[in-house]
């Protein structure tokens, strides 16, 4: 019983960790954001790239989510701004913290 219970752990932490990991390419987030109209999308990219950059690139994180709170507040589209706000004191407290 101790046996499965130990490879039932050790199979869902290994999950967890590979539905963590997460590929983005910014690249193609950016040409997605050159090529649309649509401010939302524009938004949604903009919060996933910030997202991506969070514990890697805080400034680059810093930027993305800046970026889409100025677009956010110029089309007066607030549905994101908890998540933008959430994921730049994240960010910040990433760096005050270390």
Do not use: W
């Amino acid at each position: 019983m101790k046996k499965l219970l130990i490879v039932f752990c050790v199979l869902i932490s290994t999950t967890h960790l590979f539905a963590a990991v997460k590929k983005v390419n910014i690249e193609d987030s950016l040409r997605k954001i050159e090529q649309t109209n649509d401010y939302k999308i524009k938004i949604a990219t903009y919060v996933h790239i910030a997202d991506y950059y969070d514990y890697l690139k805080c400034d680059s994180a810093m930027f993305y989510y800046s970026k889409a709170e100025k677009l956010s507040i110029e089309n007066k589209y607030f549905n994101l701004m908890p998540d933008i706000y959430n994921g730049g004191a994240s960010v910040l407290n990433t760096v005050i913290g270390n």
